[in-house]
């Protein structure tokens, strides 16, 4: 682990300290979530405002969606937060579609294998209209994919078993936000908030729980907490 690995991971597991001392609720999770987001998204800002100053471009913009079509992972605490936007800005009509789609998505790439997975392409469910529908709430890995081509990015989707048919992305903030969130999930992990990383269709299908109501359970006893068997 580098220094600036640890730095990172010491910043997650530090927010996940404050939360456990305020009480490990749910109003104290989707604030730390919320803080981690800021944090990174400050960092992100730093970086696009250091890269434009040396004439580096950065590809990433509304209406570009090719990364949106990969498999995308999120923590649960972060698909809480996601969860939570949804309820509070979206239809019943709108949630019920949109978890419809993660269970259509889910069919296909739950059942594939590492390899196999990574190569995928899907449609995020929370993809509309070439958008991301829950753009405020959007977990990490998304804030963290910040490309310097636009071309290598459509590349990887048209040919994702092309030998190096990668897209051209920043390595920084990939790995900052890794860190964070490691050091997030530890620190939230050691007061049994079991915070795994999964599938968003994985996650949304959790945070539906078949539409069973699940305002009076205590945050460890949420489906997307659950320990895996």
């Known amino acids: ?12 597991y530090n927010l996940a300290l404050v939360t456990n001392e305020k009480g490990l609720e749910k109003k104290s999770v989707l604030q730390t979530t919320r803080q ?3 944090a990174i998204d400050g960092l992100v ?22 990364c949106c079509h990969q498999p995308i992972f999120a923590t649960g605490h972060e698909m ?12 019943e009509e709108n949630i019920k579609s949109t978890v419809q789609r993660a269970f259509d998505n889910y ?5 594939l294998g590492e390899k196999e997975l990574l190569s995928s392409k899907q449609a995020c469910p929370l993809l509309k209209n070439g958008s991301c529908s829950v753009y405020p709430a959007r977990p990490l890995t998304c804030r963290i994919y910040l490309s310097m ?9 048209d040919e994702p078993k092309k030998k190096d048919s990668y897209p051209q992305l920043f390595e920084f903030p990939l790995q900052a936000g890794r860190m964070l969130n490691e050091g997030l999930n530890k620190g939230l992990n050691e007061k049994e908030l079991h915070s795994r990383e999964m599938l ?20 460890n006893d949420l489906p997307l907490f659950a320990k895996p068997k």
């Open 1 to 12: 682990m580098t220094d600036n690995d640890k730095v990172f991971f010491n910043d997650g």
């Open 107 to 111: 069919q296909k790439r739950g059942r």
């Open 80 to 91: 809480l937060f996601v969860w939570e936007f949804m309820k509070l800005n979206f239809s």
């Open 149 to 157: 081509s636009e071309p290598s990015c459509r590349t990887f989707y």
């Open 45 to 66: 800002e730093a970086l696009s405002g250091e890269a434009e100053r040396q004439n580096i471009k950065i590809d990433c913009k509304k209406g570009c969606s090719w």
């Open 36 to 38: 981690a987001q800021d």
């Open 200 to 219: 968003i269709e994985e996650g949304l299908l959790l945070a539906h729980n078949n539409g069973d109501e699940m305002d009076s359970l205590k945050i």
